[in-house]
Each structure stands twice: as structure tokens, then as C-alpha cells.
Nanobody, 117 residues
Framework: QVQLVESGGGLVQAGGALRLSCAAS????????MGWYRQAPGKQRELVAA???????NYADSVKGRFTISRDNAKNTVYLQMNSLKPEDTAVYYC???????????WGQGTQVTVSS
């Protein structure tokens, strides 16, 4: 019974920056890992970045050095700071979380990120 609400997508020129946010609803929600995925037209959904409850991070090679994932456990919110954006970053971005108990995977509604050249 977790709902994820995403925000922060939009249109930006190459080299610009955006910050995505994803907030999980509900009180007393125990969350393990959180992450961001993206899906471009005609392509499979792919992992962009993930972060554990303790703050360990993992990034796709294509975004290392440009994107930063972070989380605020008190607010049950995960962020994705995207710098030096490239046209190939254009996609719908989805946040994801794993609820600790009962164990279950949840997805946000998706937010469009468009990077123009």
C-alpha cells in the first residue's frame, strides 16, 4: 500500500541539469533499496542508479560522473540530480523502491526527461 509520486522532469538543452524527486506515501513505511530506471522509445527499461537504505550507490556506466542519487529516509524520498545532460538521456524516468515488509516492489508513474541538442 505504497504510492510513489515523481516530479522534476522537463525539457532541457544538452549540457543542462535537472533534479528528479520521488516521494513514497504512507506512514511508518520501511524501505530497503530505492532506484531510478529509464525507458526510451523502442528500448528496454534500464537501471540508471540505485541506493540502499544505508547509502550505498550504484550507477549505470553511461551516467557515472554526471548523475547523483540520494535519499532522505525521514521523508521517504529519493532524488536524482542529473548534470551534463545528453540527448541520449532522453527517456521516461521511473523511480522504484523495495518495501521491507511485506517485501514488495513499487514503481512511480514516470516523468518525461527530454534533452535537446
Amino acid at each position: 500500500q505504497v504510492q510513489l509520486v515523481e516530479s522534476g522532469g522537463g525539457l532541457v538543452q544538452a549540457g543542462g541539469a535537472l533534479r528528479l524527486s520521488c516521494a513514497a506515501s504512507g506512514s511508518a513505511v520501511s524501505i530497503n533499496d530505492m532506484g531510478w530506471y529509464r525507458q526510451a522509445p523502442g528500448k528496454q527499461r534500464e537501471l540508471v542508479a540505485a541506493i540502499t537504505r544505508g547509502g550505498r550507490r550504484n550507477y549505470a556506466d553511461s551516467v557515472k560522473g554526471r548523475f547523483t542519487i540520494s535519499r532522505d529516509n525521514a521523508k521517504n524520498t529519493v532524488y536524482l540530480q542529473m548534470n551534463s545532460l545528453k540527448p541520449e538521456d532522453t527517456a521516461v524516468y521511473y523511480c522504484n523502491l523495495e518495501r521491507a515488509w511485506p517485501k514488495r516492489d513499487y514503481w512511480g508513474q514516470g516523468t518525461q526527461v527530454t534533452v535537446s541538442s
